[in-house]
């Protein structure tokens, strides 16, 4: 099992400029859900959705964000323009189901630095 | 407001030494609590806890649940080194996930 596979690893860019991020969860997982982490605020749910389906974007931040899922093996977190507030590490993570035994599997994370 | 507390948010011991890190959380429709390692990467499931009163064990580390008082612990028994990193407690709730802020080890030599 390769594990949730995140790309990129890091990401660099000036403000006000696209950022994609991608994410392909573990396969047979149904929830795949996006946090952002920082020293200030910790681990924050922005996103997750349950067989591909947005179920609850209460935690991202503003319209510049956004997150697809237009097939159960990729997902995508978008920011549009980009800030240097914007700066965090995102992680993915995917779980087999919601029945309070199947833990978080988290990817390696995306570190993005806008300056 | 659904929350997860831990404490101490950071933590300096020597090898050898036994430390108790701590989550207290005020979280409605609570299903689970888990605790999770983050050295420099992706947090790492260690525990799932559902039930008050039993203890997960996995060599050195040892976690309890109390769904009375709201609150878990873990042990972590004859630190090393290698121990050291941040430890996230997280609870689940219908539908979402809530972290705490993470306890900080340093575990020095």
């Known amino acids: 099992d390769a594990g949730v596979i995140q790309s990129p690893r890091h990401e660099v860019t000036e403000m006000g400029q696209e950022v994609t991020l991608r994410c392909k969860p573990i396969?047979?997982?149904?929830?795949l859900f996006w946090y952002r982490q920082t020293m200030m605020r910790g681990l924050e749910l922005l996103i997750y959705?349950?067989?591909?389906?947005?179920?609850?974007d209460s935690g991202m931040p503003e319209d510049r964000f956004s997150a697809k899922m237009p097939n159960a093996s990729f997902s995508t977190l978008k920011i549009q323009p980009s800030e240097p507030r914007d700066s965090a590490v995102y992680f993915c993570?995917?779980?087999?189901?919601?029945?309070?035994?199947?833990?978080?599997?988290f990817g390696n994370g995306t570190r993005l630095t806008v300056t | 407001e659904d929350k997860v507390v831990q404490s101490p948010l950071s933590l300096v011991v020597h090898e050898g030494d036994t430390v108790t890190l701590n989550c207290s959380y005020e979280?409605?429709?609570?299903?689970?609590l888990l605790w999770y390692k983050q050295e420099k990467k992706a947090p790492t499931f260690l525990f799932m806890l559902?039930?008050?009163?039993i203890e997960k064990k996995s060599g050195r580390l040892s976690s309890i649940l109390d769904k009375k008082e709201l609150f878990s612990i873990l042990n972590i028994t004859a630190t090393q080194t290698g121990d050291s990193a941040v430890y996230l407690c997280?609870?689940?709730?219908?539908?979402?996930?809530?972290f705490g802020s993470g306890t900080k080890l340093n575990v020095k030599p």
């Open positions: 396969s047979g997982h149904d929830y």
């Open positions: 559902t039930s008050s009163g």
């Open positions: 997280a609870v689940e709730a219908f539908n979402k996930f809530y």
């Open positions: 993570a995917s779980s087999f189901q919601w029945s309070g035994n199947s833990p978080l599997h």
């Open positions: 959705f349950n067989n591909n389906v947005p179920i609850d």
């Open positions: 979280v409605t429709n609570f299903r689970s």
